[in-house]
C-alpha cells in the first residue's frame, strides 16, 4: 500500500478528541509517526496510540495553554526526531450559550475561549518553528470553524476566536513563507459526541439547512486535513472549507 507520509513526523495537539483522532487515523495510515497531546482525555489517547497502525508513536500531556509546555515538547520533539513536519492544532473549546444572551457569555469563558482557541495555536507555532523550518517543508494545519465567516456558532466569542485563528493562519502564512505553509481546515457542523449531546431538533435543522442534508463525520475532516498534505503542496495562507454548503444557506 501506497504510504505518502511514511518517515514524517506529524505533532496533532488536542488529537483525543473525535476530529483529532480521526486524523491521527489517517496519518497513521499514511506512514506518518504521530505525537498525541491530550489536556484531560488521558485514557482516550493512550487507546488511540495504541490502535494506531505502525510504530514509534507516542502521547503527551500538554494544555494547549500553557506555552512552557509546548517548549518542552518541542524540545522532546527535536530530541527524538531532529525535525517535525506537520503540526495540527485542533485543540479547542466553547459551550453553547445563544447569541442573544450576553450576559451569559461571561468574561470568563470569553477569556478561556480565546487563550485555547487563539493563543494556544500561537503558541505551538512559536514552539514549533525551528522544528517546521528543519523539515525543508513544514506545514502548519489549523482546525478551525465556518463560524469564523458565518458568524453563528456555539457562542459569539466561539465565533469570533475562529475568525480570529482564520486571519492568523493568513498573517502565519506570510511571515513564515517560504519555509512553513500555513493553512486553515474550516468544518462546518461536525457530528461529533459534543453535538450529538445538543437539541435533536436544533441538530436535525441545521443539516436540513445545509445543501448536502447532513452534518460532517470527523471522518471527512481527518480526510481534508491529510488532503492539505498529499495534494495541496502549492497553498498557503488559505481557509479550506468541509461544510457542505452551510454557508450558501
Known amino acids: 500500500m501506497e504510504s505518502p507520509l511514511r518517515g514524517k513526523v506529524a505533532v496533532i495537539i488536542g488529537g483525543s478528541g473525535a476530529i483529532g483522532s480521526a486524523i491521527c487515523r489517517h496519518f497513521a495510515n499514511a506512514g506518518a509517526t504521530c505525537v498525541v497531546t491530550y489536556n484531560s482525555g488521558e ?24 506555552s512552557a509546555a509546548l517548549v518542552a515538547l518541542a524540545a522532546d520533539v527535536g530530541q527524538k526526531h531532529g525535525e517535525l513536519d506537520v503540526l ?11 447569541h442573544p444572551e450576553l450576559d451569559a457569555l461571561d ?42 465567516v458565518t458568524a453563528m456558532g456555539s ?9 480570529a485563528l482564520d486571519s492568523m493562519t493568513k498573517s502565519l502564512a ?21 453535538v450529538k449531546g445538543l437539541d435533536k431538533a436544533w441538530r436535525d ?7 448536502l442534508r447532513r452534518l460532517a463525520s470527523a ?8 488532503a492539505m498534505i498529499t495534494h495541496f503542496p502549492y497553498s498557503t495562507g488559505c481557509i479550506f472549507p468541509v461544510d457542505g454548503g452551510r454557508p450558501l444557506a
Open 43 to 66: 485514557k482516550a489517547a493512550k487507546d488511540l496510540v495504541a490502535g494506531l497502525p505502525g510504530g514509534g508513536h507516542w502521547v503527551a500531556h500538554v494544555p494547549v495553554d500553557d
Open 88 to 98: 495540527v492544532n485542533c485543540a479547542g473549546i466553547t459551550r453553547y450559550v445563544p
Open 107 to 148: 468574561d470568563a469563558l470569553i477569556d478561556d475561549i480565546f487563550r485555547v482557541n487563539v493563543r494556544g495555536p500561537f503558541a505551538a507555532v512559536r514552539a514549533f518553528r525551528k522544528l517546521l523550518v528543519a523539515s525543508g517543508n513544514g506545514l502548519v494545519i489549523n482546525i478551525s470553524s465556518i463560524a469564523g
Open 155 to 163: 457562542n459569539i466569542a466561539y465565533c469570533a476566536s475562529k475568525a
Open 174 to 194: 506570510r511571515a513564515l513563507a517560504p519555509a512553513v505553509r500555513v493553512v486553515s481546515v474550516s468544518p462546518g457542523l461536525v457530528d461529533t459526541d459534543f
Open 205 to 211: 435543522e441545521q443539516a436540513t439547512r445545509t445543501p
Open 219 to 226: 471522518d471527512e475532516i481527518g480526510v481534508a486535513v491529510l
